[in-house]
């Protein structure tokens, strides 16, 4: 192949890695929509050098990782329709520095969450025009859609995501703090620090894939939070923490804990005053997958 187009797809790669997530809501099925989409780049490279290359790369790129994405989407509406207990997008983990890859108010999980309520269609418009900053014509030519159609798929999108970029920041000492501390409450059974440290109305949602165990329901309220955490230690079941690990989980500092069952992956989204807002748990084994290979297999050394 060309080595100005392989170069050219690397130059966008994690571009479109970042927009097959926010479209898939999954690290390993974004890779897979970004090699496709280098797939067909490479098999168009022979003709597209013989016409004198292409005049906009990125665009072209956007354009079949986009489609790509949509495919999959619709291909997937059965298999999430009977999916068993709350469905969470897979973990997107970074290491803890000081300057996130990402912005946590577009990967927060009660963005994405947020984004799964929107049609494909919907979906794709509004992150490559509110988020990735592309104009409404070059949208409209990447879905083959008018220009009239996109902006109102746009509108009907916002309504369904205005409210659910988070609204409160805190520092990252401050997050830190708060996931450590209900880790270790949680862990010892302290259901009074548990309590203390959530807000009246928060949420704990578990996804298990019906593979681990997992809550069937989104949890809803301090009080339906504690009952559940005092329930699974009722039951002898408590959270046996063998390790844990500070990282950024869709942008805020979250834990990756070691159980005598596997790991899980522990998300929070800070609320007012200085309290959590919402726990988000993945117990799925088929979306922790990634984990140790992020780290080279030496998360617990």
């Known amino acids: 192949m060309d080595q100005n187009l392989t170069q050219a797809f690397e130059a966008q790669r994690p571009r479109l890695l ?19 989409a280098w797939l067909r780049w490479s098999r ?15 665009a072209w790129l956007v354009r079949a990782t986009t489609r790509l994405c949509i495919d999959r989407l619709r291909a997937a509406k059965v298999e999430r329709e009977a999916y068993r207990g709350p469905w969470l997008p897979e973990p997107l983990i970074e290491p803890l520095t000081e300057d996130p890859v990402e912005r946590a108010e577009d990967v927060s999980v009660a963005f994405l969450l947020a984004l799964e309520r929107l049609s494909p269609l ?10 990735f900053d592309e104009d409404y014509a070059s949208v409209a030519e990447t879905l ?22 988070p609204r409160f920041s805190v520092s990252q000492e401050e997050a830190t703090r708060l996931a450590t501390a209900f880790v270790m409450a949680a862990s010892q059974g302290d259901m009074t620090g548990l309590s203390a440290l959530l807000a009246d109305d928060a949420i704990l949602v578990t996804d298990g894939g019906g593979k681990r165990k997992a809550a069937l329901r989104v949890m809803v309220g ?10 699974i230690r009722w039951r002898g079941a408590a959270m046996q923490v063998e390790d844990m690990r500070t990282v950024r989980i869709n942008g805020y500092p979250g834990m990756v804990v070691k159980l005598p069952d596997g790991p899980e992956t522990i998300a929070f989204q800070p609320g007012e005053d200085g309290l959590i807002a919402a726990v988000y748990m993945v117990r799925n084994p088929e979306k922790l997958a990634h984990i140790d290979e992020l780290w080279g297999g030496e998360l617990w050394a």
Do not use: N, T, W
């Open 122 to 131: 919907e979906r794709a418009v509004f992150l490559l025009h509110d988020v």
């Open 144 to 165: 083959g859609r008018s220009e009239p159609a996109v902006r109102q798929l746009a509108s009907r999108a916002r309504d369904h995501v205005r409210d659910a970029r």
């Open 44 to 58: 168009a490279g022979p003709s597209l050098a013989e016409k004198g290359g292409v005049a906009d790369p990125a």
């Open 18 to 36: 970042r927009l097959a997530y926010r479209m898939l809501g999954s690290v390993a099925e974004a890779e897979d929509a970004v090699q496709d």
């Open 222 to 231: 301090r009080a339906d939070i504690v009952r559940l955490m005092e329930g």
